[in-house]
């Protein structure tokens, strides 16, 4: 393509005058004006045009180029535009005259930062050639999607979080991951945590979904926080820290993704419609398995919405009473079903809903509906959640405690996969991470596999355990890491999985294992306790018994080289029973939830859990089934039926 310069080849040739003359007569405000009517007299195709600075901020002149045109947004850092301009001594910048160009770039920021297609950050020092080299990248990149089970398929960003499952049972993965450099994240540095994930996330491919669109979701996402800072890293003790990513609504790190994911589905939902025109559903049915904290964070996300009715399936006495009491309690669009099995039981089934023509038939032709999953399962349920390893180093080098470049360490407790993917896919994008360390409780299938190369589930029985939310054997984002570290083999991954179907196991080499340098590792239910206890003695500081599996885990693994950052997955006040026993508070088990959360609260001065905890009071649930396929089929096709009266 031909370069078109609209200050050297149009302004000059339409005003008939040099552009710094026109700047002095006209005023500011009039060159804006002008300079906006001329641009709409530029008649150009397959044109690179490099803009001036103040076309953008005349709102006709900047539409009327983007109507056909890509607006690439080269995000230069505000000091090294101030030297470069020093250099080229410019005397022709709207604004020039009685202001700083500091004072004008900050304000032309915000225009810029809304008025974009994609946006290149740009580092400190970068020259023509590796600017050049990120514009291709974004420009070209693959938009499309694989299923983990059959490879490229057709499906963009919007089918894909539309969808939640390939149509082959597989999980689907991006074909682009982009890729970050260090001096890309010195420019993170400065921003708030909504800032920080726009910039990662509009990396992706988004399809159809404007970088404006996004910042509006995140922004809205994260205002419901009672911290100022959405997401505080605090240093427990000996080179270890919490993440905190408990401080959202529903008090578990779920809720980052599932203030997230509503209306992220809903701009999916509309582009898919415009596409697929009156064919297109007009209720997305969301079906969810929870091991607790999904089913909550689900509803409070989606409840409220829209004709996206929350069907959650949560294992009955497979929770704790605080995270049945969240769940029972959301008005809305909601149906909640206590099921008398394990949360592996709840997820296949919702997989097997997705798969089941007869069942999805029936919701089409009676309700015009579509299955939708805010599982771990969505691609758009899992991708908001690679900024936290992020955000954990971003902050520990702003505190000086890791230099840029320097590696941390990253302990996760897991259940589903999906928040350590997060951090798997985060280090493959260039984040200096050395260690990622799976933490288990007593269900520790995951430490098993990852020290011998063997998933098995023959001798296999879920435990309950004080840390409820982890009590998996079958997490489902497992098989996006398998496709990772197959080479991005699908042939291989559908093969672990048929073994996996008709044997209840199958075996992954070890080289595979040990070069994606993941470690697991489990931890009793006595040492979650007595964690809990000694971290309390020492500190003064309550871990959540999930936070608690970690903690354990990442001490054996905790050198004196590198920080390491844990995940703290929730807030210890939703858990008071195991709390309570681990500090040895003497609170009879009967006693009311609101009371042990009182006695817990006093003994600390950590930030409470979101005020929407604090009025919770035991429930029953009212929609019992037993693990029975036809059982669960029948509630949520009744709780359709009504909906429609
Ligand atoms: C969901 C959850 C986990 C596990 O996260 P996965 O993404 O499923 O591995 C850990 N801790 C708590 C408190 C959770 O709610």
Redesign the pocket.
Known sequence: MPVFDVDNDHLEQVWKKPVSKALTELGDEGFVVAEGEACKLINKTNTIISLTGSVPLNSEGFAYLRKNGLAVFLDVDHAEIVRRCAIMKVDRIVGQATQSLSEILSYRSSVYNSNYDLRILVEVGANVQRVTDMVLDQLNKDQHFVSTRSGRTNEDFCEVVTKGLAKDRGLFFPCFVPAVTLRQLERLLPLDYAARCLRLMEMFPLAAISPKQLQAILEHAYQNWPTKDVLPLNHINHGLYELELFHGPTA???DFALQVLPSLFQACAQVVSRETGSDSPTTYLFVVAT????GSACLQGFGSAANTPVVVLYPKGGVSPIQEAQMLAVKGDVCVIAVEGDFDYCQTLVKDLFNNQEFCSLVWNKYKGKLASGN?INWGRLFPQIPFAFHAYLELVKSGRVKMGERIDVC?????????LGVILAKKMGLPIDQIIVASNSNDVLTEFLTTGVFDLRKRELMKTVSP??D?LL?S?LERFLYLISGENSKVVAQWFSDLANHKHFTVPMELLRAAGIKGSSCSEADTLTTIGQVYQETGHIL?P?TAVAYAVATRFAGEKNPMVIAG??HYLKFPGAVAKALRLPLAEDCPMAQQVAALRSLTSQTPPHAALASLTARTPEKVCAAKAQAIQNTILAFLDSRRQ
């Open positions: 578990s790190f779920k091991s607790g904290d999904t771990s996760v407790p897991t259940g589903n996969y999906g928040n350590v939310s982890i998996i997490p984002n959540d999930h997955t929730a």
